[in-house]
Structures are given as C-alpha cells and as structure tokens.
C-alpha cells in the first residue's frame, strides 16, 4: 500500500513540526508507539486509527490524540484516499512493535 509524505514544516528551536501524510486507499502504516503524544487531524478522504482497544473511522475535521506509548496505526479506509497532519514533537518512533491483529484491516 501507499503512502506519500508530503510537506512538512520543520520549525526552529522547541516549536512543533507538521507533517503532512497522504495515504491511497487501503494505504495504511505499520503498528508503531511514538514516545511523545501525536495528534493526526484529517484533513481530507476518509482512514482508520486503530489501537490496541479500539479502531475509528475518521473523516476530515476530525482531530485524534494518540497518548505517547501507545500501540496504534493509522492510514486510508479500503474504498477511500486519506491525507492528514501529523503534529508531535521530535521524538524516536518504535516500528518494531508487534503486529497483533494488523492483518485485520477494518
């Protein structure tokens, strides 16, 4: 699946950088645990955030929060493109995680 990292915004001194990330349909990420809190806002199409407990269809206006150290993945739902703003401090990002049930698309 796709996915296109876009523009990105990266500030000067402790300001927060943007990134913008647009997904084909069905295009999602890997699990992954960002060590700083993220938030996604959807800007445009229709995706999924899914995290250990739950998955959530978005669509643009929609704001999400993932809290830092937890499992979660994000991308386009299977019939739509999705683009959103990707805003977190700089901070590793563990793509070693466990794929639990990833296989389970939506």
Request: hydrophobic share 40%; proline share 7%; net charge neutral.
């Amino acid at each position: 699946m796709y996915r296109r990292i876009g523009s990105y915004y990266k500030p000067k001194g402790d300001s927060i950088p943007l990134l913008v990330v647009s997904f084909e349909a069905g295009g999602r990420t890997r699990p992954h645990i960002h060590a700083v809190d993220q938030i996604l806002q959807i800007v445009s199409g229709r995706g999924i955030v899914a995290t250990g407990s739950e998955r959530r269809f978005v669509e643009p206006g929609d704001v999400v929060l993932i809290p830092s150290g937890e499992w979660h993945w994000h991308g386009a739902a299977p019939d739509s493109a999705m683009t959103h703003i990707s805003i977190k401090r700089f901070a590793p990002t563990d793509w070693t995680v466990e794929e639990c049930d990833w296989g389970v698309y939506a």
